[in-house]
C-alpha cells in the first residue's frame, strides 16, 4: 500500500483553542503586530458593520473559549486529537472506526425509518410497503439499514480479527477486548431482533425458528423463547417486544458500551502492529531525531501492512 | 505476563509513541477514508440491491422459506452436523454459548507476553480455523437452497399432499427421497414405516424443536399433508 503523506494543516483553518502548541523554540504564532487596517482604519472611524464582522470572524473562537471556561473540554479535545498514535499505524486500524461509522448509518437511518414504520402485526407490513413505494427516498433509506447491517456485522468481525492477531488483548487491553465481546453479541441482537420487524413470510417463519432454537437451550432455553415470543404464538405482542428490543434496550446498550470502548482507546492508546519494534538507541537519540518521526527509518507503515 | 514483560511492553510502547504521528490529522485522514468507503458501499449496495418485500406474514400459507439472514446460516449449519435430539441443545446454545465465553475470557488464558502472530502458533492457528470454519459453514448455508418441489412417484390420492408438503417448506429441514435437506429434522422418507400416523399429525401441529408450529394450516391441508406423510413406508 502507498504511503500517504500528508500536507501539514496550516494553523490558519484550525480554530484558535484547539490548535497545537507551538514546539519550544519553533517562533509559533505572532504575536503582538499590529493589525495592516490600523492606520486606514482606526477602530474609531469603524463604522457598526465592520465591528459586527470583526466580532463575527472571533465567533467561533469566542465560542470555544467560552464552552472552554464552562468545561475544561478544550484540554481535552487537543490531548485527544494530537496524541500520538504510535510508529506502524496502518489502515488495518481504521476497522474500528469503520464499525463505529456502520453504526451511526444504522442509527441515523433507523431513526428515520421508526418515523414511518408501524410496530404492529396488522400494519408494519403495510408501513414498509409505504417506506419503500411513497416516502421520498424512502427506499433508499430502508436499503441502506437492511445492507448496512450486513455491512457492519463484516466490519465488527474483521475489526476483531485484526485486534485478536495483533495481539492487541494483552496487557493492558484486555477489558477492551472484554467490552469489544459485548458489543459483538448485542449487534448479532440487533440483526436478530430487526429481521422480524418488516413482518413478511421469510423473517416471520425464520423468527419463529430462531426463538425455537432458543428454546432448545438447557435450563434457561424455555424461559427465552417464552420470553421473545411474548405468548403462546408468534404475533401482535412478538414484534413490539422486537421492536422495544431493536430500538431502545439494545441501541441504548451499545451506544454506552461504545463510549467506554472508545474511552478506552484514547486512554491506552492503540497498539502498534506486533511486528514493528522501537528500535531502542544504544546511545541515547537527540529529541530532534525522535521527532523526525518515522520517515527516517525502515519500518514504516506500509513494510507493517505488506508484512501481514 | 510477568510484571517485567508488562513493564518492558509499556517502555517500548512509550517509544513507539514518541516515533508516531499525531492522531488528527494523520489518523483522522485514514478514518475519514474508511468512513466515505463504507457509506459508498452501504449506499451502492441499498440502490442496486434494493430492499423488496416478501410476501406478507402469514401463519396460514404454506409458502415460506425459514431461511436467517445470511451471518446466521453458520449457526444453522451446526444444527445440520449435529441432529440427534438429545444433542440438540449442545448445538443450538451449548456451542455459541461456549464459543462466547471461550471469546470472552481469551486475554485471561492467553497471557504471555508475544504479540507477533506467526511467534503464537496456537491462537494463529485456532483463529485461522475457526475463520475457515465459519466460512464453509456460511457457504454451505448459502447454497443449500430450499426446494419446493419433490420428484417421487406417489399414488394419485397422495398428489395433493406431497405438494402441500413441498411447498410448505418442510425440505428446508427434512429430506423426502432425493429432495431436502440434511436435517436438522430427521429424513422423512419411510417415516410411516417408525411413525403412526397420529404422531406425525401431532409433531406437525405442535412443532417440536425447532420446528415451527403448523397448527394454522388450513384443516383440508392437514389433512392432504398428513395422508401423504403417512404413505410412505
Ligand atoms: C460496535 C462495535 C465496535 C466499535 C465501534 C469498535 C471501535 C473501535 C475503535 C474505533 C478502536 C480504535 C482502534 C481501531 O480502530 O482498530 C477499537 C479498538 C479496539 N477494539 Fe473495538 N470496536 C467494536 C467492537 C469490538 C470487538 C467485537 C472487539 C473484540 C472482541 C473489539 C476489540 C478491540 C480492541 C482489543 C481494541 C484495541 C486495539 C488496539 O489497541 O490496537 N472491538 N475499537
Redesign the interface.
Known amino acids: 500500500m502507498p504511503k500517504?503523506r500528508?500536507p501539514k494543516?496550516p494553523d490558519s483553518v484550525v480554530p484558535a483553542p484547539l490548535r497545537?502548541p507551538a514546539k519550544p523554540g519553533r517562533g509559533g504564532l505572532p504575536k503582538g503586530q499590529a493589525p495592516a487596517d490600523l492606520k486606514t482604519a482606526p477602530p474609531e472611524r469603524q463604522t457598526d458593520v465592520q465591528r459586527l464582522g470583526d466580532k463575527a470572524k472571533d465567533a467561533p473562537a469566542d465560542v470555544l473559549a467560552w464552552v472552554d471556561q464552562r468545561t475544561g473540554a478544550t484540554g481535552f479535545l487537543t490531548g485527544?486529537?494530537?496524541?500520538?498514535?504510535?510508529?506502524?499505524?496502518n489502515?488495518f486500524?481504521?476497522?474500528g472506526?469503520?464499525t463505529l461509522?456502520?453504526f451511526i448509518?444504522q442509527a441515523v437511518t433507523g431513526v428515520f425509518l421508526a418515523m414511518f414504520y408501524t410496530p404492529s402485526?396488522t400494519q408494519a407490513?403495510a408501513s414498509?410497503?409505504h417506506i419503500?413505494n411513497e416516502v421520498p427516498l424512502g427506499?433508499?433509506?430502508?436499503?441502506?439499514?437492511?445492507?448496512?447491517?450486513?455491512?457492519m456485522?463484516i466490519?465488527i468481525f474483521l475489526h476483531m480479527?485484526r485486534t485478536?492477531?495483533?495481539?492487541?488483548?494483552?496487557?493492558?487491553?484486555?477489558l477492551n477486548?472484554?467490552i469489544g465481546?459485548?458489543l459483538?453479541?448485542l449487534t448479532?441482537t440487533m440483526?436478530?431482533t430487526g429481521?422480524l420487524l418488516?413482518?413478511?413470510?421469510?423473517?416471520?417463519?425464520?423468527s419463529?425458528?430462531?426463538i425455537?432454537?432458543?428454546?432448545?437451550?438447557?435450563i434457561v432455553?424455555p424461559y427465552l423463547s417464552d420470553f421473545l415470543r411474548a405468548g403462546p404464538?408468534?404475533g401482535a405482542t412478538t414484534l413490539s417486544r422486537f421492536y422495544a428490543i431493536h430500538m431502545l434496550l439494545v441501541p441504548g446498550a451499545i451506544i454506552a458500551l461504545i463510549g467506554a470502548h472508545m474511552y478506552l482507546v484514547v486512554k491506552l492508546?492503540t497498539?502498534?502492529p506486533?511486528?514493528?519494534?522501537?528500535e531502542?538507541p544504544k546511545v541515547a537519540t537527540p529529541v530532534a531525531e525522535?521527532d523526525a518521526?518515522?520517515e527516517g527509518n525502515g519500518a514504516g507503515p506500509s513494510n507493517g501492512a505488506s508484512a501481514t | 505476563?510477568k510484571p517485567q514483560?508488562?513493564q518492558a511492553?509499556?517502555e517500548?510502547?512509550e517509544?513507539?509513541?514518541?516515533?508516531?504521528?499525531?492522531?488528527?490529522?494523520?489518523?483522522?485522514?485514514?478514518?475519514s477514508?474508511?468512513?466515505l468507503?463504507?457509506?459508498v458501499?452501504?449506499?451502492a449496495?441499498?440502490?442496486i440491491?434494493?430492499?423488496?418485500?416478501?410476501?406478507?406474514?402469514?401463519?396460514t400459507?404454506t409458502?415460506?422459506?425459514?431461511?436467517?439472514?445470511?451471518?446466521?446460516f453458520f449457526?444453522f449449519e451446526v444444527?445440520r452436523v449435529i441432529k440427534p435430539p438429545e444433542l440438540?441443545?449442545i448445538a443450538?446454545?451449548?456451542i455459541p454459548?461456549i464459543c462466547?465465553v471461550l471469546?470472552?475470557l481469551?486475554?485471561?488464558y492467553?497471557?504471555?507476553?508475544?504479540?507477533?502472530?506467526e511467534r503464537?502458533p496456537i491462537?494463529?492457528t485456532a483463529?485461522i480455523f475457526t475463520?475457515i470454519a465459519m466460512g464453509y459453514l456460511t457457504f454451505l448455508g448459502a447454497t443449500s437452497g430450499s426446494p419446493t418441489e419433490i420428484d417421487m412417484e406417489v399414488a394419485p390420492q397422495y398428489e395433493a399432499g406431497k405438494e402441500v408438503v413441498a411447498g410448505a417448506?418442510c425440505l428446508a429441514c427434512h429430506k423426502i427421497g432425493e429432495n431436502g435437506n440434511h436435517g436438522p429434522g430427521p429424513d422423512l422418507t419411510h417415516i410411516a414405516s417408525r411413525v403412526p400416523r397420529a404422531a406425525i399429525i401431532r409433531s406437525v401441529e405442535i412443532?417440536p424443536?425447532?420446528?415451527?408450529?403448523f397448527r394454522d394450516l388450513p384443516q383440508k391441508k392437514l389433512d392432504e399433508l398428513s395422508d401423504f406423510l403417512s404413505s410412505l413406508d
Open positions: 500517504l500528508l494543516i497545537k485527544m486529537l494530537y496524541r500520538k498514535v504510535p510508529k506502524g499505524t489502515w486500524y481504521t476497522l472506526s469503520a461509522f456502520a448509518v402485526a407490513y414498509i410497503s419503500n427506499a433508499l433509506v430502508h436499503g441502506m439499514h437492511k445492507w448496512g447491517s450486513s455491512v456485522v466490519l480479527g485478536f492477531f495483533f495481539g492487541a488483548y494483552k496487557y493492558p487491553r484486555e477486548w472484554v465481546v459485548v459483538l453479541i448479532m440483526a436478530f429481521y418488516p413482518f413478511d413470510q421469510r423473517s416471520f417463519w425464520a419463529i425458528v430462531g425455537n432454537i432458543n428454546g432448545t437451550g438447557p432455553g404464538e408468534l492508546g497498539t502498534a506486533p511486528w514493528v519494534r522501537a531502542k525522535l518521526g518515522v | 505476563m514483560d508488562k511492553y509499556l517500548e510502547y517509544l513507539l509513541k514518541k516515533k508516531g504521528k499525531p492522531f488528527f490529522p494523520y489518523a483522522v485522514l485514514k478514518d477514508a474508511m468512513a468507503i463504507v457509506v458501499v452501504i449506499i449496495m441499498s440502490v440491491l434494493g430492499a423488496e418485500q416478501g410476501p406478507k406474514a402469514d401463519p400459507s409458502t415460506y422459506v425459514p431461511r436467517p439472514e445470511w451471518y446466521f449457526l444444527l440438540v441443545p443450538t446454545i451449548g454459548t462466547m471469546l470472552l481469551l486475554p485471561f492467553d497471557r504471555g507476553a508475544e504479540r507477533r502472530p503464537r491462537a494463529t483463529g475463520i417448506g412443532g424443536g425447532i420446528m415451527p408450529s
